[in-house]
């Protein structure tokens, strides 16, 4: 069973950082691209930013410039730094994976739980 947690998310003023994190764990044989989602109440989850099994990472152009997408492989674990945060990234983010588990031929995408984010003054 693979199990995606989300974690760092609080209330932070305007212009204020966070850093959410996004452990992996389970049965895994292989972790690929990866990504956060945001969602705000009675609209569609959003891409916020993604990054692939290399490294290379994507993002919203809301969000350019102020956030980072990292990851650490070893550890299972994926990182979004938030800096100059705004009001409107207050939202639920979410985690996801395309995670291969043991001894299955594909992939899947697995979703974590969310972590609220509130900026407010």
């Known amino acids: 069973q693979v199990q995606l947690v989300e974690s760092g998310g609080g209330l932070v003023q305007p212009g204020g950082s966070l850093r959410l994190s996004c452990e992996v764990s389970g049965s895994i044989d292989s972790i690929g691209d990866m990504a956060w989602y945001s969602q705000i109440p009675g609209k569609q989850r959003e891409l916020v930013a993604r990054?692939?099994?290399?490294?290379?990472?994507y993002y919203a152009d809301s969000v350019k410039g102020r956030f980072t997408i990292s990851r650490d492989n070893a550890e299972k674990m994926m990182y979004l730094q938030m800096n100059y945060l705004k009001p409107e990234d207050t939202a639920v983010y979410y985690c996801?994976?395309?995670?291969?588990?043991?001894?299955?031929?594909?992939?899947?995408?697995?979703w974590g739980q969310g972590t609220e984010v509130t900026v407010s003054s």
């Open positions: 996801n994976g395309d995670i291969r588990s043991w001894g299955m031929a594909m992939t899947q995408i697995y």
């Open positions: 990054i692939t099994a290399g490294g290379t990472a």
